[in-house]
């Protein structure tokens, strides 16, 4: 019985956890911000691809 007081214990003074936790939040947030801003110029790069074009369609 002391033994699992002891493993307990251990498991509640580590930090490995919220740690983890902590790194798994900053990855998310990390993402959504990437995904938005590939969201954004994406949106730019494709406006500035159809003006390109339609100044091509309407030279010839």
């Given amino acids: 019985m002391k ?3 002891l493993k307990v214990q251990r498991f509640l ?3 490995d956890g919220p740690t983890a936790v902590e790194y798994a939040v900053m990855l998310a947030l990390i993402v959504i911000v990437c ?3 590939i969201s954004s110029i994406g949106k730019q790069a494709s406006g500035t691809f159809s003006d390109v074009s339609n100044c091509i369609s309407n030279a010839r």
Avoid: D, P
Wanted: aromatic share 0%; net charge negative; hydrophobic share 55%.
């Fill in 35 to 37: 995904l938005t801003a």
């Fill in 13 to 15: 003074v580590s930090e």
């Fill in 3 to 5: 033994s699992l007081a």
